[in-house]
């Protein structure tokens, strides 16, 4: 890209290359799921790109107040519930 280039055409050129690379990878992901089994090991490609998208998101932590928040709340639920049904049941 030129010095002289202006921002939207940057952009422009950016999604171009990012629809190339999307067609691209939606190729490969189809082979991966259309191919016949075989014997043997996979080709390298397709055990990385199924690693690749079937790794596991990092957990959530949470903080103890959070923890004890959500725990008090779910026993308000609980409690809630259990005055709602001996209500019922009387």
């Known amino acids: 890209m030129a010095l002289n280039t202006t921002i939207p055409e940057i952009l422009e050129s950016l999604q171009k290359r ?20 075989r014997r043997g090991r996979k080709p390298k490609v397709l055990t990385e790109l199924a690693a690749v998208s079937s790794a596991p998101k990092p957990r959530r932590r949470l903080s103890e107040e ?21 209500e019922a049941g009387d």
């Open 18 to 37: 990012r629809a190339a690379i999307d067609n691209a990878i939606i190729a490969l992901q189809l082979l991966a799921d259309t191919e016949a089994p």
């Open 66 to 86: 959070t923890r004890r928040k959500m725990s008090e709340a779910a026993r308000k639920r609980a409690e809630r519930r259990k005055a709602e049904k001996a």
